[in-house]
């Protein structure tokens, strides 16, 4: 079965430092999206692209965080300087466009667990 | 821009019995409403979605009511298994996008 992957599961950094996620989506999938989960919340939106073009990146932090999807397949989620407050698990999930809006699916990889120290 | 509600924050259901989580958005949607379930560890994973057109929708032992009228919808989860011991989040369709509410994090006693 097909599965969205995503690196590393888990990164330890100290503050001021950079870090970087990758996320590779389901194959086929033109839609990606970052979401970030503060422990005992629920995930919100980071950034959305299609293709290679961002969709919608209303809440992403743009002092300090970037993102990239340079061929329109694999993105690279980057916070610089890291800040105590980013210790999350960050999220990619994938879809057909459109498709959530007749299923309601995102298909969500493992999540990558920062901490920073 | 969506708003989306859901409560209780945790639950504690015996094994067999019903557990019942709810949800509330705030602005009108034509699309789907999903409910997801997380593993510790694990990404969300879709569990069962309802057309906001429809009143209810049952899958094995999961069940979500929608009060179109209310904004509100629940998920019931009958016969509850320590298996299903995990994370529910609930969605609302914003624009272009789902908005999660906070989760309820259940836990089924043997």
């Known amino acids: 079965e097909a599965e969205v992957a995503q690196s590393p599961r888990y990164k330890i950094t100290e503050k001021s430092q950079a870090v970087a996620f990758w996320c590779d989506p389901i194959?086929?999938?033109?839609?990606l999206y970052w979401y970030r989960q503060i422990l005992g919340q629920g995930p919100e939106l980071l950034v959305q692209?299609?293709?290679?073009?961002?969709?919608?990146d209303s809440q992403l932090p743009k002092d300090r965080f970037s993102a990239e999807r340079l061929k329109g397949v694999d993105s690279t989620l980057k916070i610089q300087p890291a800040e105590l407050g980013d210790s999350a698990m960050y999220l990619c999930?994938?879809?057909?466009?459109?498709?959530?809006?007749?299923?309601?699916?995102?298909?969500f990889g493992e999540g990558s667990r920062l901490t920073v120290l | 821009q969506q708003q989306v509600k859901q409560s209780p924050q945790s639950l504690i259901v015996q094994k067999g019995g019903i557990s019942i989580i709810n949800c509330a958005y705030e602005?009108?949607?034509?699309?789907?409403f999903p409910w997801y379930q997380q593993f510790p560890g694990k990404g969300p994973a879709l569990l069962i979605a309802?057309?906001?057109?429809?009143s209810e929708k049952k899958e094995g032992r999961f069940t979500i009511s929608f009060n179109k009228s209310a904004k509100q919808f629940s998920l019931h989860i009958m016969d509850s298994q320590p298996g299903d011991s995990a994370t529910y989040f609930c969605?609302?369709?914003?624009?272009?996008?789902?908005?999660f509410g906070q989760g309820t994090r259940l836990t089924i006693n043997p």
């Open positions: 969605a609302a369709p914003g624009a272009q996008k789902l908005v």
């Open positions: 999930a994938s879809s057909h466009p459109y498709r959530p809006r007749a299923t309601g699916e995102l298909f």
């Open positions: 602005n009108t949607a034509f699309d789907y």
């Open positions: 692209f299609q293709d290679e073009s961002v969709v919608d």
């Open positions: 194959s086929g999938h033109a839609t």
């Open positions: 309802i057309r906001p057109d429809v």
